[in-house]
């Protein structure tokens, strides 16, 4: 029987691999790929694995950035959030839908899942640091559409673009 996935991984494997990622990270595993210091006003990512199957990036959000809703073309993916929170609107085909990822959250998102995710304050703290977490996309990021939610409350994609940086260009 075949597989109704793009890939081979399921989502609970993304889940997996972006939980193991996020341990790694907070154990020093890839200390040389991350800045010196954490910029608070631009968002960063950086890859820490990639092969043909897979690829996971540590990507940081700020307070006044977002990703713009989008989708991931061919990709499922899963992330885990490593420090902070991110908010999360999410299409649900007939309007937004928002949730909050705390620190230790993890989701996974599947074929035509069209959000926006964006840097959430931190509860009882006026700090504004950024928002570390784990994301995997399987098979790797090359392509990403936009989406605006008209008047008549229906999804209008605006624009599709080939990348393989996660999130889009930030």
């Keep these: 029987?075949?597989?109704?996935?793009?890939?081979?991984?399921?989502?609970?494997?993304?889940?997996?691999?972006?939980?193991?990622?996020?341990?790694?990270?907070?154990?020093?595993?890839?200390?040389?790929?991350?800045?010196a210091t954490y910029p608070t006003d631009e968002r960063w990512s950086a890859r820490l694995h990639s092969d043909d199957d897979l690829d996971v990036w540590l990507i940081s959000w700020v307070p006044d950035r977002s990703t713009e809703l989008h989708d991931h073309a061919g990709s499922i993916g899963a992330l885990t959030v490593l420090s902070g929170s991110v908010a999360e609107l999410r299409w649900t085909g007939e309007s937004l839908r928002h949730r909050r990822l705390?620190?230790?959250?993890?989701?996974?998102?599947?074929?035509?899942w069209v959000h926006d995710?964006?840097?959430?304050?931190?509860?009882?703290?006026?700090?504004?640091?950024?928002?570390?977490?784990?994301h995997a996309y399987s098979p790797p990021l090359t392509a990403m559409s936009y989406y605006e939610v008209t008047q008549q409350g229906s999804l209008r994609r605006t624009r599709s673009e080939l990348t393989d940086t996660p999130e889009g260009d930030a």
């Design 102 to 112: 705390d620190a230790g959250d993890q989701a996974s998102f599947p074929l035509g």
């Design 1 to 35: 029987m075949l597989s109704a996935l793009p890939t081979r991984l399921r989502p609970a494997d993304l889940l997996r691999i972006t939980d193991q990622g996020a341990s790694d990270v907070l154990d020093g595993r890839f200390d040389s790929v991350l800045p």
């Design 117 to 134: 995710v964006m840097w959430a304050p931190e509860p009882a703290s006026a700090a504004r640091r950024p928002t570390l977490s784990v």
